[in-house]
Structure formats: C-alpha cells, structure tokens
C-alpha cells in the first residue's frame, strides 16, 4: 500500500528496532491497527511492512481523528519514538517547504490554509533550533552519504558538519598546494624555504627585526624551542624580538628552553573569544587565551606596547593548517610589535597565516617549514596578497 506523505517525513525503523517490532508481531500479532487516511497508510508503516515479512494479515482502520493529517502524524511519531535532536531536525528539514494545504491538512476543514511550511515553522513543531536546521540542509547538499548515519542516530549534525567542513579544508588546502608547487617562492616581498629550522642558519646573521611564529605544542615537540632560542640569536639583528605562542602545559620546560640563547623580556595575552575555548582534558582546563612569549636578542631597543593581543570573536581558521591561526588575531600581533618595512620570519610557517598577514601589511616576510605541501600552502596563498 502507499505511504502518505505526511507520515514520509519520518524515517523507517531500521536494524534491531525493526527486528524486535517483526518478532513480537510474529509471536502475538497485530495488537495495534494500522490507520489509513484516503486510502494511504497515515500510521503503521512499519507494523505492515512487518505484518508482510511475516505473514500476519495487517488490520486497518479509517482515520476519523479531528487533528489534520500532519498533526495526527507527529504527534503519534514523537511520542513513540524517541528520536534526538538531529532526527527531528531532519524530520524538520523535510517538512520545511511542504504545502500547506492538500492532503496534509484535514481536506474537511473550511478553512484551508494556503503557502508552505516555512523553515521556523518546521523547527518549531518538531522542537529544534532553526541553526541544526539549517545544518541539515547544508548537510542534505553538501553530504547526503551521511544523512543514512544521521537518520539511524549514529551520527549527530554537529559530528556531520565537522566532517564536511574539514572535507572542504582538505580540498582548498590541496587546490592551494597544486597552485603553490607552481609559484615563485622568492618575490620582492617574501621569501619562502622548505627545510628544518636547525639547518637554515645559513641565512644572513643579525637579518630579520622580529620572528613571529607558532611552533607545535605537544611535549615530543619541547626540543624545537632550543633550536628556535639559537635560530633567533644567529638570525635576528640586537634588540629585535622572537614572539612565541604556546600552549599553556608545558610553559616552564617553554621559557626555560627560549632562554638558552635569548633573553626573557615579557609575556602577552592572546584571546581566543567566542567558542575557540580549547579543553585540555589532561589538566581539567578550559582555556579562551594562550601565552604569547616575547624574548629579545640582547636589550630590547623597540617601542612601548600593550600585552594583550586578540583574535576576532569566533575567528578559528583552520582552512590552511589543522594548527593554524586567524588573520585577524595576526594582524594585532604584527601591527602591535612590528613596522612597515621591517622584515618577519616565521620558521614554523604552516599555512602561512603569518605571511600573508605580513604582505598585507607591508613587512618582508621569510617563511620556513620542513612540510612541503606547507610551503606550497603557503606559496598559494601568497600569491593573490597584494
């Protein structure tokens, strides 16, 4: 028999939901009718479909509820079934855009309703935010392979929507690389290496006015701040600068190894406000800001500044990196501690926020990464800063 619309919205059982229903059918029949409305199957889809595959004859009896069709339906769905957020925000996502008169509504009413459901309307009735209704859709264009997942509750929209946005990182990240293997790495504005930072001392001594930079902060990685410490002191004229962002777990063994061949000047805030708070589950912490470490070749001989730094308000980009930063939280750093004109090396470039910034501001800019796919990053995003 054929389903009516209205009770499509909602999805079949499937696995052992569905087995336990065929089983007890089976063993003691059909204890509830299956309800019909103009001759389509309103509720009851999955005790008929089971009435089949076992061979019990279904009963059925004729809506003659007052509540419309569409009412009828979700009343009974969402009662019996306990459906979580993004189910019901897929059954949402489905009824957003259906008409409001025909057969979804009572056809003996008088006063048809006319247009279509809107969106709100949608997430309204089925009890979710118009945001996870939204994703949904996203979801339905971008990804459909994953509503089966969504629909069945082993995936939720949130856990969807991270897959499809690092999908569309990992496609702009490898546009950018076949871009970059194609460009100049050395241009009149920047400068880019791939190589170990301990094997680039080779560029000039006392060069650079200020290194910029965010090394990986994992424990294993505590030995590239001892080759950073010497990279500052060969590469970096006197009194210029190397500005560190860190983590927070490992800070002491941090300062403790800048300190082998440079100078402790301060520490500046960087705040991540809006939802960048970061768990460190290890230290039961959440975190909304991270340590900016600023040591200096000799006395530091610059001007005054202020020691907190920010990013924009959600600003979490990861488009270019997994460890990567905003521009806008860059641009603070290197407007707060450099001039136009002087020059910036950043020897853990990654995706090349730091770069791209430094172009866009009018600094030279050197980059060095032993990844190439980073220089090539790096490369390809550099090309359209003007």
Not at 163 to 180: A, D
Not at 340 to 361: M, R
Request: aromatic letters at 10%; charged letters at 25%.
């Amino acid at each position: 028999m054929e389903f009516h619309e209205t009770t499509n919205i909602f999805p079949l059982m499937t696995g052992q939901e569905y087995i336990n229903l065929r089983d007890d059918i089976k063993a003691n029949g059909l204890l509830e009718p299956i309800i019909l409305y103009d001759n389509k199957i309103l509720d009851g889809r999955n005790r008929y479909t089971a009435c089949l595959d076992v061979g019990v004859d279904p009963v059925f009896n004729e809506y003659t509820g007052e509540q419309t069709p569409l009412d009828y339906v979700l009343s009974k769905n969402l009662h019996r079934r306990h459906l979580n957020e993004t189910q019901r925000a897929i059954v949402a996502s489905k009824l957003a855009n259906m008409p409001l008169g025909g057969d979804i509504y009572y056809h003996r009413s008088a006063n048809l309703p006319t247009g279509n459901i809107s969106q709100p309307e949608a997430a309204a009735m089925l009890n979710v935010s118009e945001r996870t209704v939204r994703t949904v859709k996203a979801i339905e264009r971008d990804a459909p392979e994953l509503l089966p997942k969504m629909e069945s509750g082993d995936m939720n929209a949130h856990e969807a929507e991270k897959i499809i946005n690092k999908k569309k990182e990992t496609e702009k990240r490898n546009e950018l690389v076949q871009v970059g293997q194609n460009s100049i790495k050395v241009t009149d504005y920047f400068r880019l290496i791939q190589g170990n930072i301990s094997d680039e001392l080779g560029l000039l001594s006392e060069y650079a006015d200020v290194i910029i930079t965010d090394p990986p902060y994992p424990f294993e990685f505590l030995s590239l701040y001892s080759d950073l410490s010497l990279f500052g002191s060969w590469v970096l004229k006197p009194g210029g600068l190397v500005i560190v962002m860190t983590g927070h777990s490992y800070l002491p063994e941090v300062i403790q190894r800048l300190g082998e061949h440079l100078t402790y000047h301060w520490i500046a805030a960087y705040l991540t406000p809006g939802g960048q708070a970061v768990q460190i589950w290890q230290r039961k912490a959440i975190t909304f800001w991270k340590p900016l470490l600023i040591f200096s070749k000799g006395q530091y001989t610059g001007e005054w500044f202020g020691d907190v730094c920010k990013s924009a308000v959600n600003d979490n980009d990861k488009k270019y990196h997994d460890w990567g930063q905003s521009e806008s939280g860059m641009s603070d750093i290197i407007e707060r501690f450099t001039k136009p004109g002087q020059i910036i090396i950043d020897p853990f470039c990654g995706g090349g926020t730091t770069g791209a910034v430094a172009v866009k501001l009018g600094r030279y800019f050197v980059g060095i990464d032993k990844d190439e796919s980073a220089i090539n990053i790096t490369a390809g995003r550099l090309q359209n800063v003007t």
